[in-house]
């Protein structure tokens, strides 16, 4: 009955993302296209590698966690205001997030291709972390909320507690986590500096 909840997370990822998707088309939310381009790339590709090594239900949350900022990519370009302006840093972890994914291309192992698209994922989000802690304004906590809660529903689908089956959605909870802080902190007295 707990591996159900994979399908609550997804309804609500689906909100999150919409949320989001709604203050990015409104201009409000500035998302960094590097960032969610390659969050759309790594979380599908370590979908591909846990079907390919067995993983069920609990691999939907790890889908999501790459659907929703597909989304969000392709809304940046609705709006000339939603989108934040991008620096030689951000194309660099764009190389290097490709890098990874390119490496588990060569592979072809589902544990390797797991470390490098948690690796592509982790360097794709160092813009973001570092924007949403300079400039929390330009997020919201909306899409990192409910990814976290996305995340945390896999744990319930997990059958085998394994590498494959366990790294992705840890980091998940670590990355969304993280980002969420970085959203929320100005916000928290004891958290503002």
């Known amino acids: 009955m707990l591996k159900y909840l994979v399908f ?6 689906l909100i999150g993302i919409y949320s989001y ?10 998302p960094n296209r590097v960032t969610w381009l390659m969050w759309s790339i790594a979380p599908l590709i370590a979908t591909a590698a846990g079907l390919a090594s067995g993983v069920s239900l609990a691999v939907i949350p790890v889908f999501m966690s790459g659907f929703g900022p597909l989304i969000i990519f392709i809304l940046s370009f609705t709006n ?24 588990w291309g060569i592979t072809k192992q589902p544990a390797i291709a797991i470390v490098f698209a948690i690796a592509s994922d982790f360097i794709a989000a160092i813009p973001t972390l570092v924007k ?29 507690w394994g590498f494959v089956e366990l ?4 980091y998940l909870v670590f990355i969304d986590s993280s980002l969420i802080l970085a959203v929320i902190r100005k916000r928290i007295k004891f958290l503002n500096f």
């Open 8 to 13: 609550i997370g997804v309804l609500v990822q």
């Open 167 to 170: 790294a992705f959605p840890i």
């Open 132 to 160: 949403s802690w300079k400039y929390p304004e330009t997020e919201t906590a909306a899409p990192y909320t409910t990814g976290l809660i996305n995340a945390l529903t896999s744990f319930g689908a997990i059958r085998m």
């Open 21 to 30: 998707g709604r203050e990015v088309v409104k201009g409000n939310a500035k």
């Open 80 to 103: 000339k205001k939603a989108y934040w302006k991008l620096e030689k840093f951000d194309y660099l972890c764009g190389f290097f997030s490709l890098l990874a994914l390119v490496l």
